[in-house]
């Protein structure tokens, strides 16, 4: 596939980019950090979304140097976000399985922190229970390295995946993102449940798809404590993201 060679350029091209979409805290709609996106802009095809190209990355192993690069450049912004709006904020980096099970991922994450200067407490590694399906044990020592250092997991697309909550007890994460589908099918019980799972396991949930006021009273009302979503804001391009302040309540 011609997407593939294109693939291998783009990084040395500048044509990746990282936009930024807010997390905010549900009790107040301020901002507690930002979560990364890749975003492809092909020469000829335009913006490339992230679910063509990854799968494509993850094939070729290209996904290791895209993912260093997104470390640091994630790591750096966060600096920036955190001069602009004077305290602290957490920044999300999606991670895949293929990332994990590439040896080099702590080294990357280590480098990426160490250049940025960005506190390892502040950094969150999202990834999905998919880490598990291949080599699961090799992941969980690499996820253990990793929390070594300070920094914090989180569970992407909770609730979507086979078994869920044995994965939970197996996998060291912190935080849930319960997936936008409960949100987006109108699933209140499931959604309650899973806010109560995250109460009792004392993790964090942070809800997805976010686009109405009636679903963050809601999840309010509930006791979920973070959000995201195109109610606060879509991702927004670096410069975009450094101007967003919180919605007024
Ligand atoms: O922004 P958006 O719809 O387009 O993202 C689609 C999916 O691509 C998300 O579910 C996310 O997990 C994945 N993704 C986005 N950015 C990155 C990244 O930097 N690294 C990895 N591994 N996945 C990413
Ligand atoms: O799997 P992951 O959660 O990393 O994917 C995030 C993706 O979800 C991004 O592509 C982002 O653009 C998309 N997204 C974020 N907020 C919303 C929302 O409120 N509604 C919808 N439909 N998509 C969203
Ligand atoms: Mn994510
Ligand atoms: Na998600």
Same mark, same amino acid.
């Given at each position: /596939?011609?997407?593939?060679?294109?693939?291998?350029?783009? =990084?040395?091209?500048?044509?990746?980019?990282? #936009?930024?979409?807010?997390? *905010?805290?549900?009790? @107040?709609?301020? *901002?507690?950090?930002?979560?990364?996106?890749?975003?492809?802009?092909?020469?000829?095809?335009?913006?490339?979304?992230?679910?063509?190209? =990854?799968?494509?990355?993850?094939?070729?192993?290209? =996904?290791?140097?895209?993912?260093?690069?997104?470390l640091?450049?994630?790591t $750096?912004?966060?600096?920036?976000?955190?001069?602009?709006?004077?305290?602290?904020?957490?920044? &999300? *980096? &999606? /991670?895949?399985?293929?990332? /994990?099970?590439?040896?080099?991922?702590?080294? @990357?994450?280590?480098?990426?922190?160490?250049?940025?200067?960005?506190?390892?407490?502040?950094?969150?590694?999202? /990834?999905?229970?998919?880490?598990?399906?291949?080599?699961?044990?090799?992941?969980?020592?690499?996820? &253990?390295?990793?929390?070594?250092?300070g920094?914090?997991?989180?569970?992407?697309?909770?609730?979507?995946?086979?078994?869920?909550?044995?994965?939970?007890?197996?996998? %060291? *994460?912190?935080?849930?993102?319960?997936?936008?589908?409960?949100?987006?099918?109108?699933? %209140?019980?499931?959604?309650?449940?899973?806010?109560?799972?995250?109460?009792?396991?004392?993790?964090?949930?942070?809800?997805?798809?976010?686009?109405t006021?009636?679903?963050? #009273?809601?999840? $309010?009302?509930?006791?979920? @404590?973070?959000? $995201?979503?195109?109610y606060?804001?879509?991702?927004?391009?670096?410069?975009?993201?450094?101007? #967003?302040?919180a919605?007024?309540?």
């Open positions: /596939l011609e997407l593939r060679s294109d693939l291998e350029r783009a =990084i040395g091209a500048g044509e990746l980019e990282l #936009y930024y979409q807010p997390v *905010v805290r549900l009790g @107040d709609g301020s *901002v507690s950090g930002f979560e990364a996106l890749l975003r492809w802009h092909h020469p000829t095809r335009g913006m490339v979304s992230p679910v063509e190209f =990854i799968p494509i990355a993850e094939e070729t192993g290209l =996904i290791v140097p895209i993912g260093r690069w997104v640091h450049e994630a $750096q912004h966060a600096r920036r976000l955190e001069e602009a709006t004077g305290g602290p904020l957490r920044m &999300n *980096v &999606n /991670l895949s399985a293929k990332q /994990l099970q590439h040896g080099g991922i702590v080294a @990357d994450v280590k480098s990426a922190l160490a250049a940025s200067g960005f506190p390892p407490e502040r950094l969150v590694l999202e /990834l999905t229970e998919s880490v598990l399906l291949e080599d699961g044990d090799l992941a969980v020592m690499r996820l &253990n390295a990793l929390k070594s250092f920094i914090r997991l989180a569970l992407d697309d909770f609730g979507t995946g086979f078994s869920s909550l044995s994965y939970l007890s197996r996998l %060291p *994460v912190d935080v849930l993102k319960l997936d936008r589908s409960f949100l987006r099918d109108g699933a %209140p019980a499931l959604t309650a449940g899973i806010v109560g799972l995250g109460a009792a396991l004392q993790l964090e949930v942070v809800a997805e798809g976010i686009e006021d009636d679903q963050w #009273y809601a999840l $309010q009302a509930l006791g979920c @404590d973070y959000g $995201q979503g195109f606060f804001s879509r991702p927004l391009d670096a410069a975009a993201s450094l101007a #967003y302040r919605i007024a309540v």
